[in-house]
């Protein structure tokens, strides 16, 4: 079956670092991938997103590449903010799924000033 | 983007007891809603599909007669917890795929906290 194995957290970070957060998947065919984030007390929201191998994605600063050679979808942001304090989640739709998701464990970040 | 509202936000029920959760695409419609389960400090685990006209679709493990889904119309799906006991104290959210070119995005709902004492 469909997985998604994500990084352990929580993460905790000074302002201004840079932030790296783990994700590689299971699936057969060719997934659509995605990252999710929940700040506190809201719904998920979708961060970003790539649909084929070699596509990378990309918002607020946020970056991941769907590299289909080590099937993973790393999340990456450069500099931080304490704003980006958060739950981040990686997850995958497979083709002909109907488009439900399959979610990893979720990442809590945490960025202090 | 899109809006998906559910309500209630949280709720507290006796044990024996049964909860309405609503999820309402607010300015598009669904077809589809999906139902999600999160436990603390881990992922969101599908429960089933909802599909406007049809029966829902249940993923492996999860009891249909336990948890009730209903696609009413175009832009409400309902999940009621028939009998609630304890260890189904959770947290709730809703899904709706997007239609067109975002395709592949799906909109939440910001979830309903259930306590069962």
């Known amino acids: 079956g469909n997985s998604v194995t994500q990084m352990e957290g929580p993460v905790t970070l000074s302002e201004e670092a840079f932030l790296t957060i783990n994700c590689t998947y299971t699936?057969?065919?060719?997934?659509?991938l995605f990252w999710y984030v929940q700040y506190p007390g809201e719904g998920l929201q979708l961060l970003l997103k790539a649909t084929k191998a070699d596509d990378k994605g990309s918002n607020k600063g946020f970056e991941a590449t769907y590299r289909k050679e080590t099937t993973s979808f790393h999340l990456e942001k450069g500099s931080v903010q304490v704003s980006d304090s958060a739950v981040y989640f990686c997850?995958?739709?497979?083709?002909?799924?109907?488009?439900?998701?399959?979610f990893g464990s979720g990442t809590q970040l945490t960025v202090l000033p | 983007g899109a809006v998906v509202s559910q309500h209630p936000s949280r709720v507290i029920c006796k044990s024996g007891t049964s909860v309405k959760i609503e999820c309402r695409s607010l300015d598009f419609q669904a077809t589809t809603m999906f139902w999600y389960r999160q436990f603390p400090k881990q992922s969101l685990m599908l429960m089933a599909t909802s599909n406007e006209g049809s029966k829902a679709t249940y993923e492996q493990g999860v009891e249909k007669d336990k948890f009730l889904i209903n696609h009413a119309s175009l832009t409400l799906s309902t999940l009621t917890v028939t009998s609630a006991h304890p260890e189904d104290s959770s947290f709730y959210i809703c899904?709706?795929?997007?239609?067109?070119?975002?395709?592949?995005?799906?909109?939440f709902g910001p979830g309903t906290r259930l306590t069962v004492l």
């Open positions: 899904s709706a795929p997007a239609t067109g070119q975002s395709r592949h995005e799906q909109f």
């Open positions: 997850a995958l739709s497979a083709a002909g799924s109907a488009r439900q998701l399959t």
């Open positions: 699936a057969t065919g060719y997934p659509s």
